[in-house]
């Protein structure tokens, strides 16, 4: 079902985040305006207007309520009261950011084919390299427009390493990256087409948007396709066009943005009801 609209998000939507709250952020990057939905609303209940627009691909927000957006070249952080600062300047454009639990903040850079990481306890620390190093390529060391990112408890990388239709995990202090989904993987169930995002469910199984407008995930069997399974472009409630950032709450139902359908759309788990007019629709997602 339709979780937000074009009215809402705005058009060609790319951020969106769910913290342990269940609270919802998404970004309409025609006005600037970070909307977020708090105690399972279906309309949102509070709304930050900001100086962005954009250049805003997604967006992180810590247990503490503070958004991080990569804003172009720029990562900036917003308070509760809508104070700005900026934490650090990049040389190109930042597609994903994610905060791992040791207050250290990740952003991929789409055109330096790399993942860099800044400690948040020292606003004046450098940034380093964690992930590729600034050239295309496809070997195990190297990234070619990388686009989402994800962090594990355990420190591990997981790049959606878009050009290269893979996506791969760097352990900590590795640079040397593993193929983990892919038709280059080392048992390879499905091939990817341009990967745009990747995430891990709290059992870290891996969820993936890609260019054929479907959303992948994994389990203990491998993975299969498990949303818009036809692979065809559309805008009705099957279907997605162009999908981008995608979010569990905690009941296990799926968000994604449905950029050029300009909307965010929500797929049930099978065994939950979304609400009560539609309690008949449900969608078979396992995890």
């Given at each position: ?55 805003v691909f997604s967006m992180f927000v810590t247990t503490n309520g503070l958004i991080y957006l ?218």
């Amino acid at each position: 079902m339709t979780f937000a609209d074009n009215f809402i998000v705005g058009t060609n939507p790319y951020g969106l985040f769910i913290d342990t709250n269940n609270s919802i952020y998404s970004m309409n990057r025609d006005n600037g305006k970070i909307f977020i939905w708090m105690n399972n609303s279906n309309d949102p209940t509070f709304t930050l207007s900001t100086p962005f627009s954009s250049n805003v691909f997604s967006m992180f927000v810590t247990t503490n309520g503070l958004i991080y957006l990569g804003d172009g070249k720029s990562i900036k952080q917003i308070t509760k009261s809508n104070q700005i600062i900026e934490i650090s300047s990049i040389s190109d454009y930042i597609l994903s950011v994610f905060i791992a639990i040791n207050n250290i903040f990740y952003c991929s850079i789409n055109g330096l084919h790399k993942v860099v990481k800044k400690s948040l306890d020292d606003i004046s620390s450098t940034t380093t390299t964690v992930a590729g190093n600034g050239t295309q390529g496809s070997s195990s060391k190297l990234l070619n427009g990388p686009f989402g990112i994800f962090v594990d408890t355990n420190f591990d990388l997981y790049v959606a390493d878009c050009g290269n239709n893979r996506i791969q995990l760097f352990r900590l202090g590795e640079t040397n990256g593993t193929t983990v989904a892919g038709s280059t993987s080392a048992n390879p169930t499905i091939s990817l087409s341009y990967p745009r995002y990747a995430i891990l469910d709290g059992n870290k199984y891996l969820f993936i948007t890609d260019l054929n407008n479907r959303i992948i995930g994994s389990d203990e069997n491998g993975f299969r396709c498990i949303v818009a399974c036809s692979m065809s472009s559309g805008s009705t409630s099957d279907k997605l066009s162009y999908p981008q950032s995608i979010a569990f709450d905690s009941f296990g139902n799926l968000f994604v943005v449905d950029r050029n359908n300009h909307r965010i759309q929500k797929f049930c788990l099978s065994t939950n009801f979304c609400n009560r007019e539609r309690k008949k629709q449900r969608f078979d997602i396992f995890i």
